[in-house]
Nanobody
């Protein structure tokens, strides 16, 4: 049974950085592409990034290179380094086994506000 738990969210000022983590268990993590998705208040869930089993990555174009995703296939963890955050990044962030976030964790909230 897939079990995902995100952590690392919080309240930060514009321009700050945050690092999110996701602990995975209950499935063969090292064989799955792993995704980050997010949902802002009042908006649809949107795809952020994917890390393939080999560590290769892809990102949503709107990120403009500010985020970096990575994984540790020994510790079964997924990470998202977020730099130069702005108000539009305010959302609940989820790790997921699919790009639509159907199978996801409970999420960790990120609020960017001055």
């Amino acid at each position: 049974q897939v079990h995902l738990v995100e952590s690392g969210g919080g309240l930060v000022q514009p321009g700050a950085s945050l690092r999110l983590s996701c602990a995975a268990s209950g499935f063969a993590f090292m064989t799955y592409p792993m995704h980050w998705v997010r949902q802002a208040p009042g908006k649809d869930r949107e795809w952020v990034s994917v890390v393939q089993p080999d560590g290769s990555t892809a990102y949503a174009p709107f990120l403009a290179g500010r985020f970096t995703a990575s994984r540790d296939n020994v510790k079964d963890t997924l990470s998202l380094q977020m730099n130069n955050l702005n108000a539009e990044d305010t959302a609940v962030y989820y790790c997921a086994t699919d790009r639509f976030g159907i199978t996801r964790g409970p999420g960790t909230p990120v609020t960017v506000s001055s």
